[in-house]
């Protein structure tokens, strides 16, 4: 059973810096295999992506939404089991509930989400 648990949201300021984590009940090489996602929604608004990191023949790559580029960046630290979104730069329009997810081919699996308000 896949478990993920986000932590690390609060309420902070336009121009501030939060780092979101992401704890994964996942083996260190499913860990690695698997592509590893933060996701968010906010009020009366679709779910998007804002990032990813995956392993590919290159080493480790990583994507993001054109909206959170140069201010978002995702990492992986193995040794942990754990998913971090670093996110500076803080504007309003990224108050949302932020999501981890992950899967073996889709993202199938979600945590609960942890709440960023920015005021």
């Known amino acids: 059973h896949v478990q993920l648990v986000e932590s690390g949201g609060g309420s902070v300021q336009a121009g501030g810096s939060l780092t979101l984590s992401c704890s994964a009940s996942?083996?260190?090489?499913?860990?690695?295999?698997?592509?590893m996602g933060w996701f968010r929604q906010a009020a009366r608004k679709e779910r998007e992506g804002v990032a990813a990191i995956y392993t590919g023949t290159g080493g480790i790559g990583t994507d993001y939404a054109d909206s959170v580029k140069g201010r978002f960046t995702i990492s992986i630290d193995n040794a942990k089991n754990t998913v971090y979104l670093q996110i500076s730069s803080l504007k309003s329009e990224d108050t949302s509930l932020y999501y981890c997810?992950?899967?073996?081919?889709?993202?199938?699996?979600w945590g609960q989400g942890t709440q960023v308000t920015v005021s």
């Open positions: 996942l083996s260190p090489y499913v860990l690695r295999t698997w592509c």
């Open positions: 997810t992950t899967g073996a081919n889709e993202f199938e699996y």
